[in-house]
């Protein structure tokens, strides 16, 4: 299980209560922007966690393979109300409120200290992400782990959302009130939510379909042609961490069972992967015996 994931349920529901309550205080449409972004954030990593429960499921008759892909749906339906709530909602006020400008309660010193919690909580939170996908480093790598990716992204948009909003909190603290630019910096926040919901639910989209593991296929095929087994090789991603391993060779090969298992074992030692089951095709079939 991700400790991001649930690290980010805790500190986004208390971000989403400062932030509420510098809305409150002020009126001003980045705040409601960013209250509902975090508000969005809770609701989303809640369903990133119900995937990664589900996804544990132990294999059945009805899925052979086990519910992995389970946690890309569940990251996918995160993304679809990321775009929907986030993006709509912030996008439509944002607009509204640059339409019809009011001159709402300005910034104190509180809303301001009440947004720089609210970025170090959110700082931390991005740390804790960054350190399970293995640093920047490791981003390429566990870039199937969508779970801690989407995570990561929110994150990361989150924290230019505060760093938007505290322009904003400082220019009205020094120069007075200006709701325009205050409703503009409302309608970017949406907009990077809808950027970011886009790209996430194509990601999960991708993997939901099918997709093999280039990484672990070209490992294998290299193991497999070191030990002068010409085959093909195609995977199939079942969640972050586990993929089934398909090879195809001309003629059956002697001892096959046993090489799956050493193949299983190299590609767990080299990548890091649980390959579940390795199957054989084989093109040419021996004649049978009369």
């Keep these: 299980m991700s400790n991001s994931v649930s690290i980010a349920i805790g500190t986004n529901s208390v971000i989403a209560i400062s932030k509420g309550i510098g809305w409150f205080l002020t009126g001003s449409p980045t705040l409601f922007a960013e209250t509902i972004h975090s508000l969005a954030d809770v609701g989303n990593q809640v369903l990133l966690k119900v995937g990664e429960v589900r996804g544990r499921g132990a294999p059945d008759a009805e899925h052979p393979f086990g ?6 749906f569940w990251a996918l339906v995160s993304a679809v109300s990321v775009f929907f709530i986030g993006c709509g909602i912030n996008v439509y006020h944002g607009v509204q409120a640059l339409l019809n400008p ?6 104190s010193l509180l809303v301001i200290g009440l947004l720089v919690f609210a970025l170090a909580l959110e700082s931390w939170t991005f740390v804790v992400a960054l350190r399970e996908l293995g640093g920047i480093r490791g981003l390429r790598e566990n ?3 969508t779970t801690v990716l989407a995570v990561l ?12 909003t505290l322009v904003v909190a400082g220019s009205s603290y020094l120069l007075g009130p200006h709701p325009e630019f205050d409703a ?3 309608i970017v926040v949406g907009l990077l939510l809808g950027v970011m919901a886009i790209f996430l639910a194509a990601l999960n989209r ?21 030990r002068s087994i010409d085959a093909r090789v195609h995977s199939l991603i079942l969640d972050d961490e586990s993929v089934i391993v398909f090879v195809r060779t001309a003629s059956p090969i002697a001892d096959s069972a046993a090489i799956g298992e050493a193949l299983k074992a190299h590609l767990h030692q080299a990548l890091g992967k649980d390959a579940d089951d390795v199957y054989w095709k084989f093109s040419r079939v021996p004649a049978a015996v009369s």
């Design 67 to 72: 519910r992995g892909q389970e946690t890309y």
């Design 102 to 107: 009011t001159h709402e309660g300005s910034f």
């Design 143 to 145: 870039r199937h782990n």
């Design 153 to 164: 992204l929110e994150d990361t948009i989150a924290l230019i959302g505060i760093l938007l």
């Design 184 to 186: 503009a910096i409302a």
């Design 206 to 226: 991708r993997l939901l379909i099918d997709t093999s593991h280039a990484d672990v296929d070209r490992a294998a095929q290299r193991w497999l042609a070191d």
